[in-house]
């Protein structure tokens, strides 16, 4: 049986038409009043501001996530925490992570409970936690969904997260574009845990990307577990069944420490690597440009300040600054930018540990 939908009314738009032309300035969003509206009429739901820093409407957020026992982790609780104490108007009910899902769906049932306005949620596993997400939009209080998806979007009101079949376009194609000059280039791949569709989705990535390249062929891919030991104990296998190749893609840059120790141990340097998500440990190592990593792809964590955000924004009736809509959108896929010695110092704030 279809799951029914959802209607809180807490977050539904007041309207569902325009009136008059909407016109965006200074972050803020607008729309023009027609010769025959009535002063006394209530304004239409684009009248509102868009969300900005000034001090609004209190807005209590719930934030649900898994164990910290990744450095990408770690920084999603970072940066949720810090982007909350931004602002004086909110107040950040936080639960400890937890990877086991009935600690996290009982952790998210508590926020329900104390009827936090707003839900942020990256579940440890996303379709085990669908029907708590869909209890939370049920009791009137709408759920922005992190990164690991739900089953059905009636679970959520806004998700937001990264993009893993664009972190491996945009790994091959800088590999790619790299080696144009060479006649036969030969790369490789270390990848994540292959039972995770995550993996499957850069991996079919990369391998897109590089069909625009004939002149480039992947020889070889091993799998680990985004961990260092994995990382290193894998990457000491590519290089004793490849003596020669030009680039390594390895697809997550907590892992790639361990790489790198192998790499080392070995006392190679005859190819350049390409890492991935946006460790500060990267971004160091891109700056310093002494050894082979020399570019790595984001996976940013700052998604979750950016939920924090949208958060706020749907707890106070609010649309996003420089966009023409009423809302927020249901979904904001973010982008998979290289970082390289180019533009390693701009980023290098964004950097987790």
Same mark, same amino acid.
């Given at each position: 049986?279809?799951?029914?939908?959802?209607?809180?009314?807490?977050?539904?738009?007041?309207?569902?038409?325009?009136?008059?032309? +909407?016109?965006?300035?200074?972050?803020?969003?607008?729309?023009?009043?027609?010769?025959?509206?009535?002063?006394?009429?209530?304004?239409?739901?684009?009248?509102?501001?868009?969300?900005?820093?000034?001090?609004?409407?209190?807005?209590?957020?719930?934030?649900?996530?898994?164990?910290?026992?990744?450095?990408?982790?770690?920084?999603?609780?970072?940066?949720?925490?810090?982007?909350?104490?931004?602002?004086?108007?909110?107040?950040?009910?936080?639960?400890?992570?937890?990877?086991?899902?009935?600690?996290?769906?009982?952790?998210?049932?508590?926020?329900?409970?104390?009827?936090?306005?707003?839900?942020?949620?990256?579940?440890?596993?996303?379709?085990?936690?669908?029907?708590?997400?869909?209890?939370?939009?049920?009791?009137?209080?709408?759920?922005?969904?992190?990164?690991?998806?739900?089953?059905?979007?009636?679970?959520?009101?806004?998700?937001?997260?990264?993009?893993?079949?664009?972190?491996?376009?945009?790994?091959?194609?800088?590999?790619?574009?790299?080696?144009?000059?060479?006649?036969?280039?030969?790369?490789?791949?270390?990848?994540?845990?292959?039972?995770?569709?995550?993996?499957?989705?850069?991996?079919?990535?990369?391998?897109?990307?590089?069909?625009?390249?004939?002149?480039?062929?992947?020889?070889?891919?091993?799998?680990?577990?985004?961990?260092?030991?994995?990382?290193?104990?894998?990457?000491?296998?590519?290089?004793?069944?490849?003596?020669?190749?030009?680039?390594?893609?390895?697809?997550?840059?907590?892992?790639?420490?361990?790489?790198?120790?192998?790499?080392?141990?070995?006392?190679?340097?005859?190819?350049?690597?390409?890492?991935?998500?946006? +460790?500060? +440990?990267?971004?160091?190592?891109?700056?310093?440009?002494?050894?082979?990593?020399?570019?790595?792809?984001?996976?940013?964590?700052?998604?979750?300040?950016?939920?924090?955000?949208?958060?706020?924004?749907?707890?106070?009736?609010?649309?996003?600054?420089?966009?023409?809509?009423?809302?927020?959108?249901?979904?904001?896929?973010?982008?998979?930018?290289?970082?390289?010695?180019?533009?390693?110092?701009?980023?290098?704030?964004?950097?987790?540990?």
């Amino acid at each position: 049986m279809p799951e029914p939908t959802p209607y809180p009314s807490r977050f539904t738009s007041r309207r569902n038409m325009l009136f008059g032309a +909407a016109a965006v300035s200074a972050g803020t969003l607008l729309v023009g009043c027609t010769s025959n509206e009535s002063k006394d009429e209530e304004p239409a739901a684009n009248d509102r501001p868009a969300a900005d820093d000034k001090p609004g409407k209190q807005v209590t957020i719930g934030f649900a996530g898994p164990q910290a026992d990744h450095g990408w982790l770690n920084a999603i609780n970072d940066n949720a925490t810090s982007r909350a104490k931004k602002y004086s108007d909110v107040t950040l009910e936080i639960t400890e992570g937890s990877n086991d899902t009935a600690q996290q769906i009982g952790q998210i049932e508590t926020l329900i409970n104390k009827k936090v306005d707003v839900l942020v949620v990256l579940p440890a596993d996303g379709k085990a936690l669908t029907q708590v997400g869909l209890k939370a939009m049920r009791a009137g209080i709408p759920v922005v969904n992190l990164d690991r998806i739900f089953n059905t979007p009636q679970a959520y009101r806004c998700w937001v997260g990264g993009d893993n079949y664009g972190m491996g376009l945009n790994a091959g194609h800088y590999i790619g574009e790299k080696l144009k000059g060479k006649s036969e280039a030969r790369v490789i791949e270390l990848a994540g845990l292959d039972n995770l569709e995550l993996t499957k989705q850069r991996t079919q990535g990369f391998d897109d990307a590089l069909k625009n390249y004939p002149n480039v062929k992947k020889v070889a891919r091993q799998a680990a577990e985004f961990t260092v030991e994995s990382g290193q104990a894998k990457m000491a296998q590519l290089l004793q069944a490849q003596p020669k190749f030009d680039a390594l893609w390895n697809h997550d840059d907590d892992q790639g420490v361990g790489a790198l120790r192998a790499i080392e141990q070995a006392g190679r340097d005859d190819f350049m690597m390409v890492g991935g998500a946006g +460790a500060l +440990a990267a971004f160091q190592a891109i700056k310093a440009d002494s050894g082979v990593l020399k570019a790595t792809v984001l996976y940013p964590p700052t998604m979750a300040a950016s939920a924090i955000d949208l958060a706020r924004a749907l707890g106070q009736g609010k649309g996003v600054g420089g966009l023409a809509e009423y809302e927020i959108p249901a979904s904001i896929t973010l982008y998979s930018a290289v970082v390289d010695k180019t533009n390693v110092d701009q980023y290098m704030s964004t950097g987790f540990k």
